[in-house]
């Protein structure tokens, strides 16, 4: 299991469009893949999940990815949420 503690960069945050963009990138991979938001986990590939945790530009997630893909899963998904979300 590896991890990676990233800010939203996005403008606003993460909503509907960003959190389908997340999924699908998640979703290539074999890894569970998750992102925690304060106490809270939620999982990488469950759109409903993503956007029940409401992260907001400025905000601090970690990126977590378990399994026999996982470096490239985490590099794959924290690259989108820093830059391709716009």
């Known amino acids: 299991m590896i991890e990676k503690k990233i800010v939203i960069q996005n403008e606003t945050g993460i909503h509907a469009r960003p959190a389908g963009l997340i ?10 893949i998750s992102l925690i938001k304060g106490e809270k986990e939620y999982n990488a590939k ?4 993503i956007m029940t945790m409401a992260a907001a ?30």
């Open 46 to 49: 469950s759109i409903m999940s």
């Open 23 to 32: 999924v699908k990138e998640a979703s290539k991979f074999k890894s569970n």
């Open 57 to 86: 530009k400025g905000e601090e997630i970690i990126v977590k990815a378990n399994g026999e893909d996982e470096e490239t899963a985490l590099s794959a998904v924290v690259e989108l949420i820093l830059t391709g979300l716009e």
